[in-house]
């Protein structure tokens, strides 16, 4: 099974200032049928679902805000938000999706300083 | 607007079963992946399993704790997604996910299963 770590466990980040989430997988998560990493994130405030932030590592989804950005290739990959809005308060969590098992990292509590 | 409801959890005893149902609206259930996700309180997100579309087989994958006890099904003339849970563990309680595609972009708002004695 692919292990996804992520780094740190929590984080504390003045509003306005850039957040950094980090992504190492076990192994790389490279499809070679496309040469793009089967890799995504996802935000999860309190009660509520996880929401895809982003796939294919860098590719955002519809809707999520540009301050969002996935970057990183075969296993290192980040998540960076450019400027932090007190609504990004949440836990973050990548994914592969490459081959099943599929596997979540741990997760990062991302709070405001 | 797609929408996700999962329904039939609950209350069970360790060793019960449930049926878990998972009702895809405004979206193209037939042409997608499914996935099950789960989360125990207070914890991260755990794959349960999840299952192809017809046109790729329509085979099943599981996550090894649940592999042998979990089933997963889907109906495309109802839209509907199931996981059929049998020898449930006290390890199983938690909410569960019903999700669409290999990148979960949608997601319903999960169904409580509680394993308890």
Redesign the interface.
């Given at each position: 099974?692919i292990v996804m770590t992520q780094s740190p466990d929590s984080l504390a980040v003045s509003l306005g200032e850039r957040a950094t989430i980090n992504c190492k997988s076990s192994q790389s998560v490279l499809y070679s049928f496309n040469n793009k990493n089967?890799l995504?994130w996802?935000q999860?405030k309190p009660g509520e679902?996880?929401?895809?932030l982003i796939?294919?590592a860098s590719t955002r989804?519809s809707g999520v805000p540009d301050r969002f950005s996935g970057s990183g290739s075969g296993t290192d990959f980040t998540l960076t938000i450019s400027s932090l809005q007190a609504e990004d308060v949440a836990?973050y969590?990548c994914?592969q999706?490459c081959s099943?098992?599929?596997?979540?990292?741990?997760?990062t509590k991302l709070q405001i300083k | 607007e797609v929408h996700l409801v999962e329904s039939g959890g609950g209350l069970v005893e360790p060793g019960g079963s449930l049926r878990l149902s998972c009702v895809v609206s405004d979206f193209t259930f037939s042409n997608a992946w499914m996935?099950w996700?789960r989360q125990a309180p207070g914890k991260?997100?755990?794959?349960v399993?999840?299952i192809k579309r017809e046109s790729d087989g329509g085979t099943t994958?599981?996550?090894?704790p649940v592999k042998g006890r979990f089933i997963i099904s889907r109906d495309d003339s109802k839209n509907t997604l199931y996981l059929q849970m049998n020898s449930l563990k006290t390890e199983d309680t938690g909410l569960y996910?019903c999700a669409t595609n290999?990148?979960?972009?949608y997601?319903?708002?999960?169904a409580l299963v509680a394993v308890s004695s």
């Open positions: 099974d089967c995504g996802y999860q679902p996880p929401k895809l796939y294919w989804e836990v969590y994914q999706y099943p098992p599929q596997t979540f990292g741990q997760g | 996935s996700v991260g997100l755990e794959w399993g999840h994958d599981y996550a090894a996910y290999s990148w979960f972009d997601w319903g708002q999960g």
